[in-house]
């Protein structure tokens, strides 16, 4: 089956650093992939649509500025969260599409002192 | 508005009885999945029901859905301690511009006892 990976798995910076993920499709080419983030004991939330070679597409109340999205190919997008501070500590997850179905990756735990 | 909201909220039991976690949905949909996420981990796949279908078997998984009351249930026969994990429903988004784009719901997380 399609195999999405996420690097780091778990991250732990300081308060102001810049943070970047990395989600990968290993077997696939997926020109959309989508980031969520999930607090503790909560749901999944979109936070963005990212698409190869254009600009990401945010979901309402997340700040593209913030949190920088590049699509630059077919099995790599990454996730910036800049200027990090303990309220951005979660657990984000992304997920690309290959034949219809929605592959997940493992999520990377980001906490910020 | 959050679409996807599953009850209970949690739920506890033994190993050997079923389980059942109900979610409900605001908006159409093309399908709706269910999803499991053991405690820090990645979401695992478990079964997609379309609009058009009543009821799907995967194992000792059994979805329905209705979509005249927009809702959808999840029955695990035969509980394990290995299913102790949070399930989530998705729905997808036909209106939208990206395929494939979920909304999840709350989740259930289920306790299952030895």
């Known amino acids: 089956g399609a195999v999405v990976s996420q690097h780091p798995s778990w991250v732990i910076c300081k308060s102001g650093t810049s943070v970047k993920i990395e989600c990968r499709s290993l077997d696939f080419q997926a020109t959309t992939m989508f980031w969520y983030r999930q607090f503790p004991k909560q749901s999944l939330m979109l936070m963005a649509t990212?698409?190869?070679?254009?600009?990401?597409?945010?979901e309402q109340g997340v700040e593209k500025d913030k949190f920088l999205i590049n699509h630059a190919s077919l099995t790599l997008s990454t996730l910036t969260v800049t200027s990090a501070h303990p309220e951005d500590s979660s657990f984000y997850i992304c997920?690309?599409?290959?034949?219809?179905?929605?592959?997940f990756g493992p999520g990377t735990r980001l906490t910020v002192l | 508005s959050q679409q996807g909201e599953e009850d209970p909220q949690a739920l506890s039991i033994q190993e050997g009885e079923n389980a059942t976690m109900n979610c409900s949905y605001k908006?159409?949909?093309?399908?709706l999945q269910w999803y499991r996420q053991n405690s820090g981990r990645g979401l695992v796949h478990l079964i997609l029901i379309r609009s058009n279908e009543r009821e799907k078997h995967s194992g000792r998984l059994r979805v329905t859905l209705d979509t005249s009351k927009k809702s959808s249930s999840l029955l695990i026969t035969a509980s394990r301690a290995a299913d102790t994990a949070s399930y989530f429903c998705?729905?997808?988004?036909?209106?939208?511009?990206?395929?494939?784009?979920?909304?999840f719901g709350q989740g259930t997380i289920l306790t299952v006892h030895p």
């Open positions: 997920s690309a599409t290959h034949y219809n179905e929605q592959f």
């Open positions: 990212s698409n190869e070679g254009s600009k990401a597409t945010y």
């Open positions: 908006t159409s949909i093309n399908n």
């Open positions: 998705a729905t997808d988004d036909p209106g939208g511009t990206s395929y494939g784009k979920l909304t």
